[in-house]
């Protein structure tokens, strides 16, 4: 392992500024030490869009590398080390499933729908809101910018997390008659379509979904003084009894941002948990369990070396077959106008 990480630091700094390595927090340890810059997605999605850099070499899944081929330059190339890195939360939902219940609610709901995806889809998903007017939205965005819908007299159809979508609606004091549970198989659930103002799709992700509150009242047993966060990907119950809930950047900031001597128990992915308790000494740091990614776990030092060479051969101008991430023709315009139309929303641009 040290053999190739000297491998890859030598070839990062050959190849100097043309290249970039981003890095979710999720990612392991010997991947987020080797990256230019780390974060959650949606910082993620604003560094690459930001850089100038020739090859841009992912530490993530496929999501986050399609978000970066939409957002790159002309002369820019992504690449994701292992393909098959994927998300299955992104899986459970696509534009054709997604036409369908939409054409079926927009029937039947007093209001204009607007439909909004979570960063955690794929470009079709993407296109299809950004084509009736919706925007991708994060973890740490979603309040606004569903807020911002539901102040223009429009109702939104929020995917593929159902989890996320309820604590966004629970954030903004929406009452539970006001949202309408669409199930994969197409079926509603819930409140009157007529007037509800949150349609959700009824997708999860399997990491924060394995935490339950017995996890929290086991924590708070053994630690009487401890404070509870978590993702909004958990569920409600669990959202509703923690101390905080946000994003993996919200966590992150907090934590680091707590007086010495104070104790946290986490639910989110594990990786990044053990992280935090090995940077925050000063502060006692546990996961509600331990709950890993396996797509992200898909990136290690082996594939990433094997991505750079390929990159150097490139560079130097010798033959090389470089696996770039691309996104479809028909997705690219109106995936990138959703992309575009939340950094917007919550820059206050619009």
């Known amino acids: 392992m040290k053999r190739i990480d000297e491998e890859i630091r030598k070839m990062k700094q050959e190849l100097g500024s043309s290249l970039v390595i981003p890095a ?9 030490e080797l990256a230019d810059f780390l974060g959650d997605s949606y910082k993620l999605a604003k560094d690459c869009s930001q850089t100038e850099a020739e090859y841009i070499v992912f ?11 939409l957002l790159a330059k002309d002369h820019q190339k992504v690449l994701l080390p292992d393909r098959s890195a994927g998300c299955p ?5 696509d534009a054709e499933r997604a036409g369908k219940v939409y054409g079926e609610i927009s029937k039947r709901c007093d209001r204009e729908i607007i439909p909004m995806v979570y960063m955690n889809s794929y470009a079709d998903m993407k296109a299809f809101c950004g ?3 919706g925007a991708v939205c994060t973890s740490s965005n979603s309040v606004k910018i569903v807020k911002h819908y539901l102040d223009a007299g429009k109702a939104v159809f929020f995917a593929p997390d159902y989890n996320l979508g309820v604590n966004t609606a629970n954030a903004l004091g929406i009452k539970k008659e006001e949202l309408v549970t669409v199930k994969r198989d197409l079926s509603l659930e819930g409140g009157d379509p007529a007037t509800a103002k949150m349609f959700l799709w009824d997708g999860f992700c399997y990491v924060h979904t394995t935490f339950t509150t017995g996890d929290v009242d086991r924590l708070r047993k053994q630690y009487p003084d401890i404070r509870i966060i978590v993702h909004p990907e958990c569920d409600a119950s669990l959202v509703d009894i923690a101390d905080h809930s946000g994003s993996t950047a919200m966590i992150y900031n907090t934590v680091r941002d707590a007086p010495p001597g104070t104790t946290w128990g986490i639910g989110t992915e594990y990786r990044f948990v053990e992280r ?16 890993i990614c396996r797509d992200m776990s898909k990136i290690t030092l082996d594939k990433l070396a094997a991505s750079l060479r390929s990159v ?12 770039c991430v691309t996104v479809p023709g028909e997705y690219q315009k109106d995936a990138r106008i959703a992309l575009q139309r939340m950094i917007d929303i919550v820059e206050a641009n619009i």
Do not use: C, N, Q, W
């Not at 530490?59 to 081929?69: D, N």
């Not at 939360?89 to 939902?93: E, F, L, T």
């Open 24 to 32: 979710h927090h999720y990612e392991m340890d010997e991947i987020v």
């Open 59 to 69: 530490g993530g899944v496929s999501f986050m590398a399609e978000g970066a081929a």
């Open 89 to 93: 939360m992104a899986k459970m939902i």
């Open 131 to 133: 084509a009736r007017g």
């Open 276 to 291: 935090m308790a090995k940077e925050f000494t000063d502060k006692t740091i546990v996961p509600l369990r331990e709950s």
């Open 312 to 323: 150097s051969k490139a560079a130097r101008g010798e033959e090389s077959v470089l696996d």
